[in-house]
């Protein structure tokens, strides 16, 4: 067995502090799992996810869907309907912000990778998991 003492002691302690003080305070994290999803041509698909953030450290959030091979958010009211819900959590500083994307009538130009990302008025991003999409004839 070996004894940690004097400044070997303080650095592990300082590191397990550092640990600590890190998942304490999640600023603002994105939440879904990854997956494929196969859709008709001529279908919808709803996309989901959720962003769970501090409102003390973030403010207020701008949660949204985006096509990677576009870099664009997806918000055309013609292919797509958007879905926000909000609920408060813990002791009030936390809040779990859902948002609902369907995109209505898929084409064959929907193929690709979509990423729910989350900005905080503060600057924080956070960025969740591949969403890819097949449209199938």
Not at 50 to 67: I, P, S
Not at 110 to 119: H, L, S, V, W, Y
Request: with cysteine.
């Amino acid at each position: 067995m070996t004894w940690l003492i004097g400044p070997k002691l303080l650095l592990v302690l300082a590191f397990c502090q550092c640990v600590s003080s890190a998942q304490d305070t999640e600023i603002v994290e994105v939440l879904y799992p990854s997956r494929t999803i196969r859709a008709a041509k001529g279908s919808s698909v709803t996309l989901t996810c959720r962003a769970k953030y501090n409102f003390e450290l973030c403010g207020h959030v701008q949660v949204a869907w985006c096509a990677i091979q576009t870099k664009a958010e997806l918000t055309d009211h013609n292919w797509y309907t958007t879905t926000v819900n909000e609920t408060i959590l813990e002791d009030g500083t936390m809040r779990l912000r859902q948002v609902t994307t369907e995109m209505i009538h898929l084409t064959p130009e929907d193929n690709g990778a979509f990423q729910c990302n989350a900005k905080c008025e503060r600057g924080e991003i956070a960025q969740g998991h591949f969403i890819r999409i097949h449209v199938t004839d």
